[in-house]
């Protein structure tokens, strides 16, 4: 146990989880507000570039996930665990 630190990994995977969805509420708030409030495309291109660049820093830094545990959340997605009324096409 001391050799894997499981309960320093968990918490560098929280971390990192958080991070993310900060960065998806972000996105949202650009698609959904930002998006139809600023008529200036040079604006817009520039808040965007900042997303995909956070993306990108984020993804490059988070520890890899072990396959089990990809195929277990990816088993209920598929199964409808992680769909949100305001994710659902009416």
Not at 30 to 46: A, C, P, W
């Amino acid at each position: 146990m001391t050799f894997l630190k499981p309960n320093e990994r968990a918490a560098m995977h929280r971390v990192t989880a958080g991070q993310f969805l900060a960065l998806r509420n972000d996105a949202r708030f650009f698609r959904e507000i930002e998006l139809f409030q600023s008529y200036r495309l040079d604006e817009l291109l520039e808040r965007l570039k900042v997303l995909s660049t956070t993306r990108n820093e984020l993804n490059q830094k988070s520890q890899n996930i072990p396959r089990r545990a990809f195929v277990a959340a990816r088993k209920g997605i598929e199964d409808g665990e992680a769909t949100h009324k305001v994710d659902k096409e009416d």
